[in-house]
């Protein structure tokens, strides 16, 4: 890797890293794996904002961006488990369904194999259902 890589690459790093302190500034120390405990399921608004219009004014909205994201981190496979579980629970906010989000993870099968869209379906059930536990 050349030198302006490397930089590149830990001036990202300490940038995610600044984010999540301001995000949440008790979460030094917090493992990945519970990524989905350091963050709240984000306002609607926000999602759009972030994921919508500041990053593509004229093109796709929050829900369809979230439901991108979700296929490409279903091909990842089991190395995104805190992040498929994060990415559904912010598309069911933005208004996504659960039968577009298994779509989109059954589609991902040609892509990542069956052994990673099977475990995405499994986390987006558990989100599902933690989901609907606390909508009861």
Do not use: C
Not at 33 to 58: A, I, V
Not at 71 to 82: D, I, K, W, Y
């Amino acid at each position: 890797m050349s030198d302006a890589y490397t930089k590149m690459l830990q001036q990202m790093m300490e940038s995610g890293q600044e984010m999540l302190r301001a995000f949440n500034p008790a979460a030094e120390g917090i493992k990945v794996t519970s990524l989905e405990k350091m963050f709240p399921t984000l306002p609607k608004d926000m999602l759009e904002m972030w994921f919508g219009r500041t990053f593509n004014r004229e093109g796709l909205d929050a829900k369809t961006r979230l439901l991108v994201t979700l296929a490409a981190l279903t091909v990842l496979g089991a190395q995104a488990e805190p992040q498929v579980k994060l990415t559904v629970r912010h598309a069911l906010a933005a208004g996504a369904t659960q039968r577009e989000i298994t779509e989109v993870i059954w589609q991902m099968s040609m892509f990542g194999g069956l052994p990673a869209m099977q475990k995405a379906l499994e986390l987006a059930q558990s989100v599902f259902a933690d989901t609907e536990e606390k909508n009861a």
